[in-house]
């Protein structure tokens, strides 16, 4: 970020009148360009046994399975937008339950937040859109397991037919860490349906 928004003077990166920490500032008009998480949204579209992925068609991680997930946009709820990417990424109509929302991952080091809902497959009407390849039913043994684009997806996924055995879905929220050579951990934070949790 070099120049403001407002009056497009040059911003010098520093500690503004009683804040805490650097922000990007702007000394003609006064202005912060403050800079903050964004929330990714989206949705696990199950149709019997099965769960609907989509094989990305842009970077990162072209070529890539994923679940339709996006950023949101303003105005829009968390469920909202991941209903929106889940129309635009894999044109599926989805139905949503009352107990739909189901992972949270914390991001700190590329600033992002995901949040992933349960959703199910309202008819077999389903297309690639733009940012998609393919899009695609995979049962539990179907599931390109080598070739999921993201971390947190892979836990979701794996988390979600694990709790299909058992018919109980529980709310978890993770913390991901992306350490040098591109090796990331995830972290159990909470779990709705656990009194303790199980760090490892
Ligand atoms: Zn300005």
């Known amino acids: 970020m070099k ?55 842009i970077e990162p991680r072209r070529g890539k399975w994923t679940l339709p997930a996006g950023f949101m946009e303003n105005g829009e709820s968390s469920l909202e ?21 189901y992972t949270l991952f914390n991001l700190p080091s590329i600033n992002q937040v995901y949040i992933f809902f349960r959703a199910e497959l309202a008819d077999l009407n389903f297309a690639p859109g733009v940012e998609s390849e393919e899009v695609d039913l995979f049962s539990e043994e179907d599931i390109p397991w080598g070739e999921i684009a993201f971390p947190v997806v892979k836990t979701t996924i794996t988390n979600y037919f694990e709790d299909r055995r058992s018919g109980h879905f529980p709310v978890r929220m993770f913390d991901v860490h992306h350490h040098a050579g591109r090796r990331v951990t ?3 934070i909470s779990d709705s349906s656990s009194q303790s949790i199980d760090r490892n």
Not at 83 to 99: D, F, Q, S, W
């Open 81 to 101: 937008g991941a209903l929106r990417e889940t129309k635009e990424e894999a044109g599926a109509k989805v139905i949503i339950k009352p107990n739909s929302l």
């Open 3 to 57: 120049y403001c928004q407002y009056c497009a003077n040059r911003l010098t990166f520093r500690i503004p009148d009683g804040d805490n920490r650097e922000r990007y500032c702007c000394s003609s008009c006064g202005a912060i360009a403050y800079e903050n998480p964004k929330n990714v949204v989206g949705t696990l579209p199950a149709y019997e046994d099965k769960l609907l992925l989509c094989k990305r068609a």
């Open 186 to 188: 995830t972290e159990i």
